[in-house]
T-cell receptor, first 111, second 115 residues
Framework: QQQVKQSPQSLIVQKGGISIINCAYENTAFDYFPWYQQFPGKGPALLIAIRPDVSEKKEGRFTISFNKSAKQFSLHIMDSQPGDSATYFCAAGVSGYALNFGKGTSLLVTP | GAVVSQHPSWVICKSGTSVKIECRSLDFQATTMFWYRQFPKQSLMLMATSNEGSKATYEQGVEKDKFLINHASLTLSTLTVTSAHPEDSSFYIC???????????FGQGTRLTVV
């Protein structure tokens, strides 16, 4: 059973626009919610992560919004750039244990 | 930031041979590391959890005799693909969690091609 559901599967955004990727989870024991960016042939790179005691975290152009009651969290990429074109994975897990990954979102930012 | 280094980044081997992949945490100690496998355009699939000083824990369906994991120190875990076959060709990625910062980092991945 997929413990983390991610949508959309693919996303096309114009340069300067906002990219939004959503994830939902089931296990209320999860206490760590990271987002990773992956380029072809490379390992996932940690973008930003949040814990359930805060509802929002911002780092540069990247913002995580977290809704504990709805068991949902999302990644917002502001002022999207062509260099942001990559696959993005959300994940969730209990600290110290393996992460459960979403299926990924392929983002294309057009010039 | 914290870095997890994986080596080699790619390897080609003949069927029947064994290949060792190393995963190192460069600036923190990791009692636990994780090994994933990723097929093209798919998500990461957890293979096993590597525990320093003890046996690895394998996920259901992963052959422990084929994928040998050794976690001999707090900064090094190795995955050995034994008697490799073409169906073992894949992208293998390790991960480690920085216990102080609580963040989970990934290595660069290893592209294994078995011919």
């Amino acid at each position: 059973q997929q413990q983390v559901k991610q949508s959309p599967q693919s996303l096309i955004v114009q340069k300067g626009g906002i990219s939004i990727i959503n994830c939902a989870y089931e296990n209320t024991a999860f206490d760590y919610f990271p987002w990773y960016q992956q380029f072809p042939g490379k390992g996932p790179a940690l973008l930003i992560a949040i814990r359930p005691d805060v509802s929002e975290k911002k780092e540069g152009r990247f913002t995580i919004s977290f809704n504990k009651s709805a068991k949902q969290f999302s990644l917002h990429i502001m002022d999207s750039q062509p260099g942001d074109s990559a696959t993005y994975f959300c994940a969730a897990g209990v600290s110290g244990y393996a992460l459960n990954f979403g299926k990924g979102t392929s983002l294309l930012v057009t010039p | 930031g914290a870095v997890v280094s994986q080596h080699p980044s790619w390897v080609i081997c003949k069927s029947g041979t064994s290949v060792k992949i190393e995963c190192r945490s460069l600036d923190f100690q990791a009692t636990t590391m994780f090994w994933y496998r990723q097929f093209p355009k798919q998500s990461l699939m957890l293979m096993a959890t590597s525990n320093e000083g003890s046996k690895a824990t394998y996920e259901q369906g992963v052959e422990k005799d084929k994928f040998l994991i050794n976690h001999a120190s707090l900064t090094l875990s190795t995955l050995t693909v034994t008697s490799a076959h073409p169906e073992d060709s894949s992208f293998y990625i390790c991960s480690a969690r920085d216990p102080l910062r609580g963040e989970a980092f990934f290595g660069q991945g290893t592209r294994l091609t078995v011919v």
